[in-house]
């Protein structure tokens, strides 16, 4: 049996060596119908935000499954009686430095991913980091003490929700006026979107962050 298998492969492997696959025709460039639809300059969040809308609402979704995920899995877990962190001032300071740069360049991508490379996922991951070098280099007393403060897991849950309900929307027609290609407010809903996804994946990874620091003593 094992035979047909390595033949079926080699076939497979011919196939794609010998046979070309035949060059679509369309009448329209793909990125230019995608831009004229979506009405952002950024192809990339055109498909995410609105091509495939279906798909990032899951995503988001399945994100939010992976951060219970990590709290029921340390639920029974002891938490950590000493936990590590950087003490010393240079490592303070590059890593103080390094958020900075990071939070920076996450509102950047939030704010105008719709323009250029980048969008809400990219945005939150750079958030995180963001949030996560300040971790260690912090007493996790006073990261678990701004996070309350903040309300941050209510946050995260908001912008889920309303995530989720503004999709919903646009999914059954409703479009907000697209504005002017290549302006800040222009798009519609999508950089809406492109905020509330950095602002999920950023406050997310806050929450993992505390949870594998208190349970674990360690990033």
Known sequence: MKWVYVLAGI??????????????????????????DSGVSNAVSGIIFRNRLYDTIFEVIVFTIAILGVSYLLANEKLSSQV?????????????????IAALVGIELAIRGHLSPGGGFAAGVAGGTAIGLVAITAPPEWMQEIYKRWHA??????????????????????ELPHGELGALFSGGILPILNMLVAAKVALGSWAVILLFVRYRGLL
């Open 153 to 174: 897991a209510t946050l995260e849950k908001l912008s889920v929700l309303v995530f989720i309900v503004l999709s919903v929307i646009t999914l059954a027609g409703a």
């Open 84 to 100: 590590h962190y950087f003490k010393d001032k240079p490592s303070i300071v590059l890593a103080r430095l390094g958020a900075t």
């Open 11 to 36: 076939a497979l492997f011919v196939k794609m060596l010998v046979i070309p696959n035949p060059a679509p025709n369309f009448p329209v460039s793909i990125v230019e119908a995608v831009v004229k």
